[in-house]
């Protein structure tokens, strides 16, 4: 099914339809997640939680227009919750520059090790100098397929940000790679 219909079947209250959102969204909300924190039972009570909340409001849903983008806000508010990241203590902390987002650069073994070496290198080095809000952007846009306007919803940004986080990240990958750093990126976000 696909996630808008299991979304109206779950606003309906049939369970088969939560169930279908769960097993469809739990790994990516997983891998998500993993981004943020390798603590994976606070990851996985983060996932219950989004879930069981879903279930208990289902008759104050609306439509939504995307349920993936909805369930990643969700899910990241109620993670970052949990991590103590929390918005009743700082207002601006959802989308602050203070929350930690990793991404790393996977072994493959096609590319010959010396070349991946130097690879690994150069990104880990780029990446590094990403802020934190950058790297959650693209791994967003580019891994999750998240339409630029909406990841600024997940991140609880306005979408002017979200555009200059991700034109200056792409420059840099640009200067650093050149016309090699989309698929760069592109490999990077697709393993992580």
């Known amino acids: 099914m696909h996630e808008n219909e299991l979304w109206l079947s779950c606003k309906a209250g049939e369970l088969r339809g939560l169930e279908g959102l769960y097993?469809?969204?739990?790994?990516?909300?997983?891998?998500?997640?993993?981004?943020?924190?390798?603590?994976?039972?606070?990851?996985d009570e983060s996932i219950q939680d989004l879930f069981r909340r879903l279930w208990q409001n289902r008759q104050q849903m609306t439509y939504a227009v995307s349920v993936k983008e909805l369930l990643y806000?969700?899910?990241?508010?109620?993670?970052?919750?949990?991590?103590?990241?929390?918005?009743s203590r700082n207002p601006h902390s959802l989308s602050g520059e203070h929350i930690p987002f990793f991404l790393a650069l996977p072994e493959h073994p096609l590319i010959p090790k010396s070349r991946m070496i130097d690879l690994s290198s150069r990104l880990?080095?780029?990446?590094?100098?990403?802020?934190?809000?950058?790297?959650?952007?693209?791994?967003?846009?580019?891994?999750?397929?998240?339409p630029q306007e909406r990841v600024g919803d997940i991140m609880n940004m306005?979408?002017?940000?979200?555009?200059?986080?991700?034109?200056?990240?792409?420059?840099?990958?640009?200067?650093?790679?050149?016309?090699?750093?989309?698929?760069?990126?592109?490999?990077?976000?697709?393993?992580?």
């Open 23 to 43: 097993s469809q969204f739990y790994n990516p909300l997983a891998n998500y997640g993993g981004k943020f924190t390798s603590d994976n039972s606070c990851i």
């Open 124 to 146: 880990d080095a780029l990446l590094q100098s990403f802020s934190n809000r950058q790297r959650e952007a693209m791994y967003l846009k580019y891994y999750e397929g998240i």
């Open 73 to 87: 806000s969700s899910f990241r508010k109620i993670l970052l919750g949990n991590l103590e990241y929390n918005s």
């Open 158 to 192: 306005h979408s002017g940000g979200t555009y200059s986080l991700l034109r200056t990240a792409l420059e840099s990958l640009h200067n650093s790679f050149g016309n090699f750093s989309l698929l760069v990126l592109f490999y990077v976000l697709k393993q992580s």
